[in-house]
């Protein structure tokens, strides 16, 4: 997801009875569903996960304009240019939203920044492929944000109260990213043979790296275990994957493209689709580094980071005249 692989530092779930007062406290309060906040007690595990967590999740949020920029000066129409821009101005928002909940427990924004320019700290594995056509940008909002939604609805009702208020907000904007990039793909699934070729061409590319989206099957992960008893994490990978499918597949259907998977299968008994298996060698790759984009969004995060110094350096030299100026001001009244 945007958050993928969270390491929650646990060797195994406590029980209650292996706790510490104050550790049964907070659990308690958990389990009853009340929100922890910034200010109150936490153990240090819960409190490093998501800084982990909400730290990717807020630099997926950032790396994620970098593919969909690509196309701002391409959109076919001045109406498609609007929308984008305003779609990728969401995403930075979300990025912020995210790093100053980040920043409520205990860490500064630089520290968390130069963690992900450093390579430290990863984003979502979808932003290292390339959008290569117009339809990638359709297919990235139909299947990307709304795999997006499908993770982030949930989390809505996560145990840290900052975490998840904003996660209110970004819910709202990526429903509307959603719909965007369906509808541009319906454009597309609605026009000329090569604009067809095009659309089917992109979910063709996109659809098994945004199944990957979800992580690994984590049936038996006790890191996953532990943010469950958290409520950092409310459902499992394979839960969501199998959500996305289901919810997916119809709207393909719908827009008379194939999804690239000929296993793909309506299971009566179930009532959810069967599908492939997914290549995690592929996800693995691409996790490490080596995925086709991600030297190159790294180097255009660290570049940004470069190129804005003199900018940093201003509100800074500004601030410090400005804090000199009113001391000044408060020894002379
Ligand atoms: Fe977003
Ligand atoms: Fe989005």
Known sequence: MYAQMIDTGMKRVQGLDEMSAEERT???RIDAGIKIEAKDWMPDGYR???VRQISQHA???IVGQLPEGNWVTRAPTLKRKAILLAKIQDEAGHGLYLYSAAETLGVTRDQVYGDLLSGKVKYSSIFNYPTTSWADIGTIGWLVDGAAIMNQIPLCRCSYGPYARAMVRVCKEESFHQRQGYDIVMALACGTIEQRR???DALNRWWW?????FGPPDGDSVHSAQSAQWKIKLLSNDELRQKFVDQTVPQAEYLGLTVPDPELKWNEDTGHYDFGAIDWQEFRD???GNGPCNRDRLRTRVQAWDDGAWFRD???AHAQKRAQAQAAAARAA
């Not at 790296?209 to 989206?213: C, E, I, T």
């Open 198 to 200: 095009m659309a089917q």
């Open 286 to 288: 691409v996790v490490a």
């Open 59 to 61: 630099h997926s949020e």
């Open 26 to 28: 907070f659990q308690e």
């Open 209 to 213: 790296p945004a199944l990957m989206m």
């Open 314 to 316: 201003g509100l800074l």
């Open 48 to 50: 490093r996960t998501l």
